[in-house]
């Protein structure tokens, strides 16, 4: 159940002054520091597994925190954050999504069986569905091993699974069996897996 409205924006005005917060700090360590935020910063990316690609050295992502675009993008995700409303063992919204072919479905129909990084894909924010489309077709050339949806415009999914920037979920039956803390720090697929195999066993 989403909260009501003023206490929705008071959450919000007060998670603006702790992103403001955070980045100004950070942005002044980076500057006075550089090396020492930079160890910090790769000691966490090693907890997480992302310094394991060699195409995702420190320089393509590091330099980037802490800039304007980083705030926006962080307030997004904690803003976002506000209006999560899934709770792990209890009804998994059902929310709508679109297929790659245009064709509308929901989220339960799979359950039968900003700011980015230098060497990122450039994707602009989606103005329209078709836009939302062709980004996810990118996903396609690397042949993922699941159905690939989006979400609608109203971003609906995104909102009530508090999915940004990346979280990782299992879904049963309507139920949530399992609820991941979101990424890119606290993203464990090792637990999905541990979920998955408790589940076939």
Not at 134 to 156: E, F, S, Y
Request: aromatic letters at 12%; a positive charge; proline letters at 6%.
């Amino acid at each position: 159940m989403r909260m009501p409205q003023p206490r929705l924006w008071l959450k919000r005005l007060w998670v603006l002054l702790q992103v403001a917060l955070h980045v100004a700090v950070g942005k002044v360590l980076l500057t006075l520091f550089p090396g020492r935020v930079k160890q910090q910063l790769l000691a966490r990316s090693q907890k997480t597994g992302m310094t394991m690609n060699p195409h995702f050295s420190y320089d393509n992502w590091g330099p980037t925190f802490f800039s304007i675009q980083y705030f926006w993008f962080i307030l997004k995700v904690y803003w976002q954050r506000l209006e999560d409303s899934t709770e792990q063992g209890s009804l998994a919204p059902n929310c709508p999504v679109v297929c790659l072919s245009g064709q509308r479905c929901n989220i339960w129909d799979f359950m039968q069986d900003g700011w980015a990084f230098k060497n990122n894909v450039n994707i602009r924010n989606h103005r329209n569905l078709q836009d939302r489309l062709q980004a996810a077709r990118l996903l396609l050339h690397r042949n993922p091993q699941c159905p690939v949806v989006v979400d609608t415009m109203k971003n609906q999914s995104s909102q009530l699974y508090a999915a940004l920037p990346k979280r990782l979920y299992v879904l049963q039956e309507g139920r949530i069996l399992y609820k991941g803390e979101p990424g890119p720090w606290n993203y464990h697929p090792e637990e999905v897996r541990a979920v998955l195999e408790k589940l076939h066993n």
